[in-house]
C-alpha cells in the first residue's frame, strides 16, 4: 500500500493528460458506484420489498401453511380488529416495551459508574456486564426458567425463605406475573446494548470540558446536566429508539418463556403473529398482526424520532 | 490512588450501584454453572456447594443430545451470516458514505430505516416463498434470512466510520495513480479494519444467536443450530432435565462472550460515533 502512494506515476505530466485522466475517473466512478450498489440493491429487492409486498398479499387471503390461499379481502383485518385478544395482546405489547426504560436506567447506572476515573479493572467489569447480552438470548431464558421455576428454582426458594412470599409463584403462567416477569427478563437480558453504547459515548467527552466546568465550581450534579447529559443525549435517545424497536420485534426468549399464555396474557403482537404462522398455520392472519406491529413500532418510535430530529439540528449534525 | 476529583459521595454511588450491578449479572450464571457440575439428584436442591463435582451432565449432553451436532449447525450458520454481511453491506456502505448520486439520502434511510422495521413479520412470507424455490431447511436459506437484519446494522455501522474518515484521501491516493477501485481496496478498506472486526462478529451473533429463523426455516433433520436445540428441551412439555440444560446454556453461551472479550476494543472505538 505504501509503496503505491508513494509512486510519483501522474508527477509532472502536461496538463491535457490530467483532464482526461479526471474524465476516465468520472466514468470509472460511475462504474464503482453501480457496482458496489448492485448487492445493496438485490438485497433490498430480493429480501426486504417483495417479501413484504407478497407478506400484504398474504394478508388478504385464507392462507394455510399447505393448501391453496383463498381471497379474503380486508376480512382478517376485521376479525382481528375485533377478536377480544386484540387489547390482551396490545396490553402486553406496551407492557413488554416498558423494558426499554428499565433497560435504560442499568445501562445508564453501569456506565456512568464506570466512566469514574477511580474504578480499577475496568476492561475486566465492561466485559462481565456484557456477557448477558453476548449470550443467545434463548440461553438466557433457559437459566431465567431454571431460576423461576416455581418447584426447584433457586428465587423461589429465596423468597420462600426470606418469607417475602408464603406460596411458590408460577411467575410464567399467573396472569398478573407472567407479563411483567418476562418484561424484566429482557430487560436483564438486553440492557449491556444500551450499556455499550452510552459508555463508548461517555468515554468520547474531552476531559477538558469537565475541567472547564470545575473552575466555574460546578458541582457533580451540575457538571453532569452541563456537560456530560449534552454530549450523550444523542446517543440515548439513538439507543432508546433502537432498542423499542427491537424489543417490539422479540419473539424468542418471551415466547420460550411463557408461550404467549397464560391465554393471551403475554401475546405481545410480534408472539401472536408466531402463534398463528406456526401454531395454527394461518399465514394470512400471521401477517395481518404482522401489519398492527409495524403500526405499532411506528407510533412509538415516533416522539423519540422527533427528538432525535430536533438534537441532530442543535447539534448541526 | 485517590483522585482528588472525586468526592466521598461519589464514590460511595459508584461502588454502590457497581455491586448492584455486578450481583445481578454473577448471581445466575454462577447458579447456572454450579447447576452444570453438580450430580442429577442434588439438581432439585437449591444449594451453592454440590457435594462432589459431577461431569455427568456433560456426557449426557453429547452422547443423548448430540449437542456437538447444533453447536456445530450454529458455527456454520454464524460463519455464512458473518461473511454474506460483509459482502452485501460493505461495497453499499461506502458509496453512501464517499460517493455523491441522485436520491442517495433516501435510499440510504430505507436500507437503515430496516433496522427499526419490525422485520420479524417478513418470516411470514419468507417460510412460504422458502419453500416454493427449494431454500427451506438449507444453510443458504438460513443466511439469507438472516441478512434482513444484519445488512441494514452493517450498513448503519459501516457507513458512519467511512464518512468520518478524513475527505479527501482517495483523490490523494488517486493522483499517486491509484485506480478507483484501488483506492477503496488499499487504503480504505485497510483503514476499516476495527469496524469490519465489528461488524463480522456481531453478523456471526446474528446467526450464532438467531432462534426464530433458525427454528421456522429448518426441521429437525436439516440444519437445526444449537438455540433451536435448547429452546426445544425446555418447551415440549416433556420434564426439563436442568443439569444437561445448564450444560447447553454454557455451550452455546460462553463462545460469544469469548468473542465478545476479544471485540470489545473494537465494538467501543465502532460505537463511539453512534449518536453523532
Same mark, same amino acid.
Given at each position: 500500500m505504501a509503496r503505491t502512494i508513494d509512486?510519483? !506515476?501522474?508527477?509532472?505530466?502536461p496538463e491535457r493528460d490530467r483532464t482526461r485522466r479526471q474524465r476516465s475517473a468520472l466514468v470509472e466512478d460511475r462504474w464503482l458506484i453501480f457496482v458496489f450498489l448492485l448487492p445493496t440493491t438485490l438485497f433490498m429487492l430480493f429480501l426486504l420489498w417483495l417479501p413484504f409486498l407478497q407478506g400484504i398479499w398474504m394478508s388478504l387471503h385464507n392462507w394455510p401453511f399447505m393448501g391453496e390461499p383463498s381471497w379474503r379481502g380486508l376480512g382478517n383485518y376485521r376479525d382481528f380488529l375485533t377478536a377480544d385478544y386484540f387489547w390482551t395482546s396490545i396490553e402486553a405489547t406496551l407492557i413488554y416495551s416498558l423494558s426499554t426504560l428499565f433497560q435504560l436506567i442499568l445501562a445508564l447506572a453501569a456506565a456512568l459508574a464506570l466512566k469514574? !476515573?477511580?474504578?480499577?479493572a475496568k476492561p475486566l467489569l465492561r466485559g462481565v456486564m456484557l456477557i448477558a447480552y453476548a449470550m443467545p438470548p434463548v440461553v438466557v431464558g433457559a437459566i431465567w426458567l431454571f431460576l423461576l421455576d416455581?418447584?426447584?428454582?433457586m428465587i423461589t426458594y429465596y423468597l420462600i425463605e426470606f418469607g417475602i412470599i408464603d406460596f411458590p409463584i408460577y411467575w410464567f403462567a399467573d396472569n398478573t406475573w407472567a407479563k411483567w416477569t418476562i418484561t424484566l427478563v429482557a430487560a436483564w437480558t438486553f440492557w449491556p446494548f444500551m450499556f455499550l453504547i452510552i459508555l463508548s459515548s461517555l468515554q468520547a467527552i474531552p476531559q477538558s470540558q469537565y475541567e472547564l466546568a470545575e473552575v466555574y465550581g460546578a458541582n457533580l450534579w451540575q457538571r453532569f446536566l452541563t456537560v456530560t447529559w449534552p454530549n450523550i443525549q444523542g446517543a440515548i435517545l439513538v439507543v432508546v429508539i433502537l432498542r423499542l424497536a427491537f424489543n417490539l420485534a422479540k419473539i424468542d426468549q418471551p415466547f420460550q418463556l !411463557?408461550?404467549?399464555?397464560?391465554?393471551?396474557?403475554?401475546?405481545?403482537l410480534s408472539i401472536l403473529m408466531y402463534r398463528f404462522a406456526?401454531?395454527?398455520?394461518?399465514f394470512g392472519m400471521a401477517f395481518t398482526v404482522g401489519m398492527f406491529l409495524v403500526v405499532v413500532t411506528v407510533i412509538l418510535l415516533a416522539p423519540f424520532a422527533i427528538l432525535y430530529q430536533r438534537h441532530l439540528r442543535q447539534v448541526g449534525g | 490512588m485517590t483522585d482528588d476529583r472525586s468526592t466521598p459521595l461519589q464514590k460511595i454511588l459508584t461502588y454502590a450501584t457497581l455491586s448492584v450491578v455486578l450481583a445481578l449479572v454473577l448471581i445466575p450464571y454462577g447458579y447456572a454453572i454450579v447447576t452444570a457440575f453438580k450430580p442429577p439428584y442434588e439438581v432439585y436442591e437449591v444449594s451453592w456447594w454440590p457435594s462432589e463435582i459431577s461431569f455427568g451432565a456433560w456426557r449426557d449432553v453429547f452422547?443423548?443430545?448430540?449437542f456437538h451436532l447444533y453447536l456445530w449447525n450454529s458455527l456454520i450458520a454464524g460463519l455464512g451470516s458473518a461473511v454474506l454481511a460483509v459482502a452485501i453491506a460493505l461495497p453499499g456502505a461506502y458509496i453512501f458514505a464517499r460517493k455523491e448520486f441522485p436520491f442517495r439520502e433516501p435510499f440510504f434511510y430505507i436500507i437503515v430505516g430496516t433496522l427499526v422495521f419490525?422485520?420479524?413479520?417478513?418470516i411470514v412470507p419468507i417460510t412460504i416463498v422458502w419453500i416454493r424455490i427449494g431454500l427451506f431447511d438449507t444453510f443458504l436459506g438460513l443466511w439469507l434470512a438472516f441478512q434482513i437484519f444484519a445488512v441494514p446494522y452493517s450498513m448503519w455501522i459501516l457507513r458512519g466510520y467511512f464518512a468520518r474518515l478524513p475527505r479527501h484521501l482517495e483523490e490523494a491516493a488517486q493522483v499517486y495513480g491509484c485506480t478507483q477501485f484501488q483506492a477503496f481496496w488499499r487504503v480504505m478498506l485497510p483503514m476499516a479494519k476495527p469496524v469490519i472486526v465489528s461488524v463480522l462478529f456481531l453478523a456471526f451473533l446474528q446467526g450464532w444467536s438467531d432462534f426464530l429463523f433458525s427454528n421456522m426455516l429448518t426441521?429437525?433433520?436439516?440444519?437445526?443450530?444449537a438455540a433451536v436445540a435448547i429452546y426445544t428441551s425446555t418447551a415440549g412439555?416433556?420434564?426439563?432435565?436442568?443439569g444437561p440444560l445448564m450444560v447447553m446454556t454454557l455451550l452455546a453461551g460462553i463462545p460469544p462472550v469469548v468473542l465478545y472479550m476479544f471485540a470489545q476494543k473494537h465494538l467501543a472505538r465502532t460505537f463511539a460515533g453512534a449518536g453523532h
Open positions: 509512486s510519483p !506515476a501522474v508527477k509532472g505530466r469514574q !476515573a477511580f474504578v480499577p416455581p418447584s426447584l428454582g !411463557a408461550g404467549g399464555g397464560p391465554g393471551y396474557e403475554t401475546s405481545v406456526f401454531m395454527s398455520g394461518d | 452422547a443423548i443430545n448430540h419490525p422485520f420479524i413479520l417478513l426441521t429437525g433433520d436439516g440444519p437445526r443450530t412439555g416433556e420434564r426439563v432435565e436442568w
